[in-house]
């Protein structure tokens, strides 16, 4: 155990060196950053940036909710809206059960008169 101990520390103090050395070596600090610069702008067109249109549209989904709208829930019900608040929303999801239900959790909204699903066996 003191052997891994000691062999830990010494590669820790040594590796800033080997670093030093290795940077020097092939060119510098730019040639070192620039693949990280390169992973970054990935990481923000490939995750950020449609992350953060998926939520800009989903706001403004929510915020156009009306009286009448059929909405899913982020637990799976499925109703028509009867009144709409700042913060909740009154879903009606059978003849006279309604849910009150925080706008943040709406997880699509139909408008009124929406095609039915094709896959839909009601008549």
């Known amino acids: ?3 891994l101990i ?4 010494a590669s820790a103090i040594m590796a800033p060196a080997a670093l030093a050395q ?9 040639v070192n950053i620039l693949p990280l610069i390169f992973i970054g702008v990935v990481f923000y067109f490939l995750l950020i940036r449609p992350a953060n249109q998926r939520q800009k549209k989903h706001r403004e989904m929510i915020n ?11 637990g799976g019900l499925i109703g028509k809206v009867t ?19 925080l706008k943040g959790m ?18």
Do not use: F
């Open 64 to 74: 156009a909710v009306k009286k009448n709208d059929e909405v899913v829930t982020a």
């Open 22 to 30: 290795a940077a020097d070596s092939t060119g510098g600090l730019l």
């Open 1 to 3: 155990m003191r052997k």
């Open 83 to 101: 009144k709409v608040t700042d913060d909740e929303v009154t879903v009606e999801v059978a003849e006279g059960v309604r849910v009150k239900a």
């Open 106 to 123: 709406l997880a699509d909204v139909r408008p009124k008169g929406a095609p039915a699903a094709a896959n839909d066996t009601t008549k």
């Open 6 to 9: 000691a062999l830990i520390a």
